[in-house]
């Protein structure tokens, strides 16, 4: 009767240890969908902060914390990227450059690539031969793994009430320095974006999808 009673309990316990793996089992399950889920969300979005200005001649702004796909992302990258080219190429005899788009500049610009800007920007009155310069961009694409963008942008050059016409390619290697995002800066560059070559490259090889018409 006894060995009856004890192969029952040891039945009971057998049975018991089996619940125990099982529910442990599903737990380390649900856990590692979880994590799985949690990877999964964050290679697939960013959470970034993004400013809307309002008016030309009003640049009051609020902050619009966002969760964005990359692909957003890149889109957003490639907008900063043409508004640094516009900004930078843009000219006005004898009128100062707005200090806020200087600071958009700066942001985004390694110590080299600012420090270029700042000696053209000085040198700018004597040398130019033309009163004004607006900039158009036209194109750009991604290449170098998306580490370098090529942008394609058109000069409109006036000079003694006439107007002259270039198209130009701009080349442009970044880098991502999250330690470069501050908070007095974050509005300006929330990637952590930082150009650290900026060279005229019009000159490319006629298979080169900007120098296609």
Do not use: C
Not at 11 to 36: C, E, H, Q, Y
Not at 42 to 71: C, H, M, P, W
Request: no cysteine; aromatic share 12%.
């Amino acid at each position: 009767m006894r060995s009856k009673k004890t192969e029952a309990h040891n039945n009971l316990l057998i049975l018991s240890r089996k619940w125990k793996l099982a529910v442990i089992f599903d737990i380390f399950i649900i856990l590692a969908l979880i994590l799985t889920i949690y990877i999964l969300i964050n290679q697939n979005f960013t959470k970034i902060k993004y400013v809307e200005f309002g008016k030309k001649d009003n640049y009051a702004f609020r902050v619009l914390t966002s969760t964005i796909a990359n692909e957003e992302k890149q889109l957003l990258i490639k907008q900063y990227l043409r508004d640094y080219v516009k900004f930078r190429e843009s000219y006005e005899y004898g009128k100062k450059i707005d200090k806020r788009i200087v600071e958009k500049i700066r942001a985004i610009s390694s110590d080299k690539v600012f420090k270029s800007y700042e000696v053209l920007q000085k040198t700018r009155d004597k040398i130019s031969t033309f009163n004004k310069r607006e900039i158009v961009i036209l194109q750009d694409i991604e290449i170098e793994n998306g580490r370098s963008h090529h942008v394609r942008y058109k000069t409109i050059d006036h000079y003694n009430g006439e107007k002259y016409e270039n198209e130009w390619i701009m080349r442009i290697d970044y880098i991502f320095e999250k330690h470069r995002v501050r908070q007095k800066n974050e509005l300006l560059n929330p990637f952590g974006l930082v150009i650290v070559n900026y060279r005229d490259d019009t000159i490319l090889n006629e298979e080169d999808i900007l120098n296609q018409k």
